[in-house]
């Protein structure tokens, strides 16, 4: 027998169920179906069965390979939660400084056309906008013009936060990171991740607070959020626990 998360089969919906393991579970009974398949979804199964297998028989598999079915089912929902930027047709994103908008057109290709702050894609009839492939051409486009907005607005968003607080610092320089929103070296030189120009304003503001803190205490001691709770107006733990609750959230690796 066979887990699989994807099968395409001639199926006819027999019924479902709803289990407390693994949730709605459906059942189709396949012609071609030589094993019994499972497709695992994050909030439930899908299963075919050949001909002479029962919904007992198919339970039977179901329960040996509990535990990789509700990995797989964790694993699943995890990814969801990092992947809600799904762009869909007419979706629209906001970012920083530009909206962004997707569009189905007459055209043969994917078309990129940024204007009075409006980066608009266009993309053919015939396309699937949700395919992965799809996905990374329209995000290979956005990241374009998110690192070129990057460029031009953070640095200087640095230069005025270090003014108004006192803090120095060396350079600025922008970063393609997903692992962290920012970071600060010994040397006080300051990177920033343009993923930073998926965030509204005041979380930005305080990335780039959390980075030229560090400028005074490279470590996240107590003193540290002495220096967060100053210069956020002792906001430092709500806004902390807010860039954490984002949506989207780059996966975190240390950081923060
Ligand atoms: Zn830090």
Redesign the pocket.
């Known amino acids: 027998m066979s887990l699989r998360n994807e099968f395409a089969i001639s199926k006819i919906t027999m019924q479902s169920k709803s289990n407390p393991d693994f949730g709605k579970i459906e059942f189709t009974q396949s012609k071609r179906a030589k094993n019994i398949n499972v497709r695992i979804l994050k909030d439930g199964l899908r299963v075919a069965l050949p001909r002479r297998a029962t919904e007992a028989d198919a339970m039977r598999f179901i329960d040996s390979v509990r535990e990789r079915i509700i990995r797989k089912q964790e694993k699943l929902k995890k990814s969801e939660g990092e992947n809600n930027l799904l762009l869909h047709e007419n979706s629209r994103l906001q970012t920083l400084t530009f909206a962004v908008e997707i569009r189905r057109t007459e055209r043969e290709n994917v078309h990129f056309r940024m204007k009075n702050a409006v980066l608009t894609i266009e993309f053919p009839q015939t396309a699937d906008c949700e395919d992965e492939k799809m996905q990374a051409v329209f995000w290979n486009g956005i990241n374009y013009f998110l690192r070129k907005e990057a460029k031009r607005v953070l640095p200087e968003r640095v230069r005025i936060l270090a003014g108004e607080n006192g803090f120095s610092y060396a350079q600025v320089k922008i970063r393609s990171s997903k692992s962290r929103w920012g970071s600060c070296s010994r040397g006080k030189n300051i990177n920033l991740s343009f993923y930073l120009m998926l965030l509204p304003q005041h979380l930005v503001d305080y990335v780039i607070l ?1 980075e030229l803190c ?1 400028t005074k205490e490279m470590n ?1 001691s107590p003193k540290f959020w002495q220096w967060m709770d100053k210069t956020t107006n002792g906001k430092a733990k709500i806004l902390r626990t807010e860039l954490k609750n984002q949506p989207l959230q780059p996966p975190q690796r240390g ?2």
């Open positions: 959390h560090h996240h950081g923060f």
